[in-house]
């Protein structure tokens, strides 16, 4: 069973618009929950990531994510786009108490339109 | 200094070869992994490494063997390649266990295309 799920493969936004990057988890206790960025020939590197504590999680280039359990996702955010935030993101899990591995959702590539 | 390295960046084989994909990390972590990504982005994990001990193999064809010399270093050897191996192979590593094992630091990646 897929742990992580993001709705949208591809989300297409005007410069300077809201971004919103859909992700939930299933999990009957709540993950580690993270967001990693891929901008094109590179590999992953961290946005943010939420394991305990608040809610509202900040990360770099002015991305935020909030952890809400009662709809058990984990939804990236960020109020202006930019050109530059035009990239493939992936969410991901570590489920507790298991084997500490992070699963990946399948990723959703972010547009951004001039 | 780069953190995480892989070499080769490109990779052209034939079917049948076998090849290996390199990788490093300069950072102390203590586990290094390898994930492939196909052509539809999706990544999977494909093993781990903790202190030279491999603490998971998904389901992937005994043709793959990692092989970790010391803490710093886990190759990727893969034999009799097939067309399917294809793909983008990213190695990353890791600081200890529980949440910080989800702050993964990736390299560049190894585009191997199987002719």
């Known amino acids: 069973a897929q742990s992580v799920t993001q709705l949208g493969s591809h989300v297409s936004v005007s410069e300077g618009a809201l971004v919103l990057l859909r992700c939930n988890y299933s999990s009957s206790v709540p993950p580690y929950l993270f967001w990693y960025v891929q901008y094109p020939n590179q590999g992953l590197q961290l946005l943010l990531k939420?394991?305990?504590?608040?809610?509202l999680v900040k990360g770099i280039n002015g991305f935020e994510a909030e952890f809400k359990k009662s709809e058990t996702s984990f939804h990236l955010t960020k109020p202006s786009a930019h050109m530059s935030d035009a990239a493939e993101y992936f969410c991901a899990v570590i489920l507790r108490g298991g084997s500490y591995i992070p699963t990946f959702g399948r990723g959703t590539s972010l547009i951004v339109h001039p | 200094d780069t953190a995480v390295s892989q070499t080769p960046k490109y990779l052209v084989t034939q079917m049948g070869n076998d090849k290996s994909i390199k990788c490093e990390q300069n950072l102390g972590h203590d586990t290094m992994y390898w994930y492939k990504q196909d052509s539809k982005k999706f990544l999977k994990i494909m093993f781990s490494y903790n202190n030279k001990e491999l603490i998971i193999n998904e389901t992937v064809p005994n043709r793959f063997s990692p092989k970790s010399p010391d803490k710093a270093h886990l190759n990727l050897h893969i034999n009799s390649l097939e067309l399917g191996d294809s793909a983008v192979y990213f190695c990353a590593s890791s600081l200890g266990t529980g949440a910080n094992t989800g702050e993964l630091f990736f390299g560049e990646g190894s585009r191997l295309t199987v002719l």
């Open positions: 939420y394991t305990t504590g608040a809610t």
